[in-house]
C-alpha cells in the first residue's frame, strides 16, 4: 500500500510539472513526458508514446477551454480541418504501434530536430500583439488537417506541433492565438489516438492516470504564464524544448 501510495504521489507530481509546461507551450506536455517515460520507468516508445496520450488527452482538452478564454478560436474552420485529420489520425495511429519499436523512436528525435530548426529560423518582422493575421485558405484547410492528423497519429503529439509554426510563419497568427488553434485541431486526435494504442495494448493506466490528474490540475496555470511572456522568449523556449527532448532521445 505504501509503495502504490509513493508510485501515485510520484506519477502525480510528474503530472503536475509536464501540465505547466504542456499549458505553457500549447502541447499539453506529452512532448516531454515521453522520453521521461522511457527513462524513468524502461517503457518502449510504443508504450511510452500510448501511456503519455493519458494525460495528453484530457490536457489538451483543457488547455483549448482556457486559451479560447483569451484568444477565441475559429471553430468552424478547425472543425472542417478536424474533419480529414480525425481520419488521418486514425491510419498513422494505426501504422505506428505496427512498426519497429527503435525506429519509430528514431523517427520522433528526427522529427523534433527538424522541428526545433524550422520554427527557430528567423521569420523576419515579429507578429504585433494585435494584428489579426491573414485568413487561412480554404483549399488549405485539408492539407493542414491531413498533415496535423497523421503527425498526430505516429507520434502522438507531433499534430500542435506541425500546426503552431506553419500558422505563425505562414499567416502571420500570434504565438499564442496559433498555439490555440493547434489545441482545437489535435483534441480530437488526441483521443482516437489514446483509443488506437489502448486496443493495441500500448497503454499503462496505472501510471498514466495519476499522471492525466497532475497535468489537468496545473495545465491551467501553463496557459496563464504563456500569455506573461513574451512571444519571441515563448518561442525560443519551444525551440529548447524539441531540441533537448531529441538530444535526450537519441542518447538513449
Known amino acids: 500500500m505504501t509503495l502504490s501510495l509513493i508510485s501515485f504521489a510520484t506519477n502525480f507530481s510528474l503530472g503536475a510539472s509536464l501540465g505547466v509546461a504542456g499549458g505553457m507551450l500549447g502541447i499539453g506536455g506529452g512532448l516531454i513526458a515521453i522520453p521521461i517515460l522511457g527513462l524513468l520507468y524502461g517503457m518502449d516508445q510504443h508504450l511510452a508514446q500510448g501511456t503519455a496520450l493519458v494525460m495528453i488527452a484530457p490536457n489538451v482538452l483543457l488547455g483549448l477551454l482556457r486559451y479560447h478564454q483569451k484568444n477565441p478560436v475559429d471553430f468552424r474552420s478547425v472543425a472542417s480541418i478536424s474533419v480529414f485529420s480525425m481520419v488521418t489520425t486514425y491510419l498513422a495511429a494505426r501504422f505506428a504501434v505496427g512498426i519497429d519499436a527503435d525506429v519509430l523512436h528514431l523517427a520522433f528525435a528526427l522529427f523534433l530536430i527538424a522541428l526545433a530548426l524550422y520554427f527557430g529560423w528567423p521569420k523576419g518582422r515579429a507578429v504585433a500583439h494585435d494584428e489579426p493575421g491573414k485568413p487561412i485558405p480554404r483549399p488549405l484547410l485539408p492539407v493542414i488537417g491531413m498533415a496535423s ?39 480530437p486526435g488526441a483521443f482516437i489516438a489514446l483509443a488506437t494504442y489502448g486496443q493495441a495494448g500500448q497503454v499503462d493506466w496505472e501510471t498514466g492516470l495519476p499522471m492525466a490528474l497532475g497535468g489537468v490540475l496545473s ?34
Open 149 to 187: 492528423g497523421a503527425m498526430s497519429g505516429f507520434f502522438t503529439i507531433g499534430g500542435g506541433l506541425v500546426v503552431v509554426p506553419a500558422l505563425v510563419s505562414l499567416f502571420r497568427m500570434r504565438q499564442t492565438r496559433a498555439q490555440a488553434t493547434a489545441l482545437a485541431l489535435v483534441v
Open 219 to 252: 495545465v491551467s496555470w501553463g496557459v496563464h504564464l504563456a500569455h506573461q511572456l513574451p512571444a519571441p522568449l515563448l518561442r525560443w523556449l519551444f525551440c529548447a524544448v524539441l531540441v533537448g527532448t531529441a538530444a535526450v532521445m537519441l542518447a538513449t
